[in-house]
Nanobody
């Protein structure tokens, strides 16, 4: 049974940092791209970032480029999203997903999803 578990969310002040993790079990994460999405209250699901499975090429939404860094540790079957200089508009539930077909900007291309972790940026 495939399972993705996100962790690392929480409450942080503006310009603070958080590191999200996405731990996978039941699959070899090396074969999958890891995508990060977020959903803010009242908003649609938004693609944030992605790292491919083979070349580890990274992609970022314009809104987070330069502030977020996506990475992976295949030895531990885990993906990461390091977030710096957080802003109130980054407040959302963050989800990781896996795609066997590479990085996509649409959630329909991801086969497996975690349960999400809440990130709240507020003073």
């Amino acid at each position: 049974q495939v399972q993705l578990v996100e962790s690392g969310g929480g409450l942080v002040q503006p310009v603070g940092s958080l590191r999200l993790s996405c731990a996978a079990s039941g699959l070899n994460l090396t074969d999958y791209a890891i995508g990060w999405f977020r959903k803010a209250p009242g908003a649609e699901l938004e693609w944030v970032s992605c790292i491919s499975g083979n070349t580890e090429t990274t992609f970022y939404a314009t809104s987070v480029k330069g502030r977020f860094t996506v990475s992976r540790d295949n030895a531990f079957n885990t993906g990461f999203l390091q977030m710096h200089n957080l802003k109130p508009e980054d407040t959302a539930i963050y989800y990781c997903g896996t795609s066997q077909n590479g990085c996509y900007w649409t959630d329909s291309e991801y086969e497996y999803w975690g349960q999400g972790t809440q990130v709240t940026v507020s003073s």
